[in-house]
């Protein structure tokens, strides 16, 4: 089974984004919790239909606003519990050449 050859979480989400790629299908990350093994899967995936091209509808634009998204929802949430937190910051070191353009670079930032 998945987790027990050390498969996790964050495994198990680029294991369903690869069978999306690849057999053009959505299967919800649940399944990989539900059915760990390689024949579930595959018993999973011949029940599965291919998604309608993948085609995302307009989103109603009456409110001055949209509804948060599940995801952002979270975010605030932790971020409730841990103000300030640092979890989701990505830190990075870049090394430019040439000359640098100031104000392109704060625009690009």
């Known amino acids: 089974p998945f987790f027990e050859i050390g498969g996790h979480s964050l495994l198990a989400t680029q294991l369903v984004s690869r069978i999306r ?61 841990n103000p300030g937190g640092a979890a989701y910051n990505m830190s990075t070191a870049l090394r430019l050449q040439g000359r640098l353009d100031e104000a392109a670079l704060q625009r690009a930032l």
């Open 21 to 81: 790629d690849v057999f053009g299908v959505e299967l919800p990350l649940r399944s990989v919790f539900l059915m760990p093994t390689i024949a579930q899967q595959a018993q999973a995936l011949s029940q599965v239909q291919a998604p309608d091209g993948g085609r995302i509808e307009r989103a109603e634009r009456t409110l001055p606003y949209q509804p948060t998204s599940f995801a952002q929802r979270r975010l605030w949430f932790l971020e409730q519990l």
